[in-house]
T-cell receptor, first 116, second 113 residues
Framework: DAGITQSPRHKVTETGTPVTLRCHQTENHRYMYWYRQDPGHGLRLIHYSYGVKDTDKGEVSDGYSVSRSKTEDFLLTLESATSSQTSVYFC???????????????FGPGTRLTVL | KQEVTQIPAALSVPEGENLVLNCSFTDSAIYNLQWFRQDPGKGLTSLLLIQSSQREQTSGRLNASLDKSSGRSTLYIAASQPGDSATYLCAVRPTGGGNKLTFGTGTQLKVEL
């Protein structure tokens, strides 16, 4: 298994509170991604990073911010959580841009977030 | 905007049966297509990756095909086993734009004894 951990694994919070999810990798991969998974929608990309301090928006980035100050850590922050952000959040990593058969994305175990 | 559809949403088969899972996508300008497996409460595991220039990929009892012009891919599972029970997702990577994948909603497979 790729060395990816996510913390916390479960969190319950209240509307309006800030929340930060952490993704930590031990693979020294350049690319890191945050997805959310919701019934009927599959996985949708929130933000991704292509290097330290280099990030870009994905499909559903509104209400989320990210930071990457070290290769191994990618943080996802909900500045003011809303009930619509209740979801399972997955972090993924990849060594390169997917230009070879082996350049798949490796996924973490997920964080289940409930916003009341 | 790329849309990826997987049919059926759920499938139940007896052990030993050969089965086919379907994935369709609306924009044929893809770089590659991947099939993933997701077990309950777990992350995704890549099963097969097909480049746009390829027609199929095989790994053990799994065979994935790609028809880019028609926007379709199939995942064939031979001699299904209870351990194959999981949700299977396909994802496409567009040409250009980095490794940003668009996922289907998945097919939940149950293989019964």
């Amino acid at each position: 298994d790729a060395g990816i951990t996510q913390s916390p694994r479960h969190k319950v919070t209240e509307t309006g509170t800030p929340v930060t999810l952490r993704c930590h990798q031990t693979e020294n991969h350049r690319y890191m991604y945050w997805y959310r998974q919701d019934p009927g929608h599959g996985l949708r990309l929130i933000h991704y990073s292509y290097g330290v301090k280099d990030t870009d928006k994905g499909e559903v980035s509104d209400g989320y911010s990210v930071s990457r100050s070290k290769t191994e850590d990618f943080l996802l922050t909900l500045e003011s959580a809303t009930s619509s952000q209740t979801s399972v959040y997955f972090c993924a990593i990849s060594p390169r841009l997917g230009l070879a058969d082996t350049d798949t994305q490796y996924f973490g175990p997920g964080t289940r977030l409930t916003v009341l | 905007k790329q849309e990826v559809t997987q049919i059926p949403a759920a499938l139940s088969v007896p052990e030993g049966e050969n089965l086919v899972l379907n994935c369709s996508f609306t924009d044929s300008a893809i770089y590659n297509l991947q099939w993933f497996r997701q077990d309950p409460g777990k992350g995704l595991t890549s099963l097969l990756l097909i480049q746009s220039s390829q027609r199929e990929q095989t790994s053990g009892r799994l065979n994935a095909s790609l028809d880019k012009s028609s926007g379709r891919s199939t995942l064939y599972i031979a001699a299904s086993q209870p351990g194959d029970s999981a949700t299977y997702l396909c994802a496409v990577r567009p040409t250009g734009g980095g490794n940003k994948l668009t996922f289907g909603t998945g097919t939940q497979l149950k293989v019964e004894l």
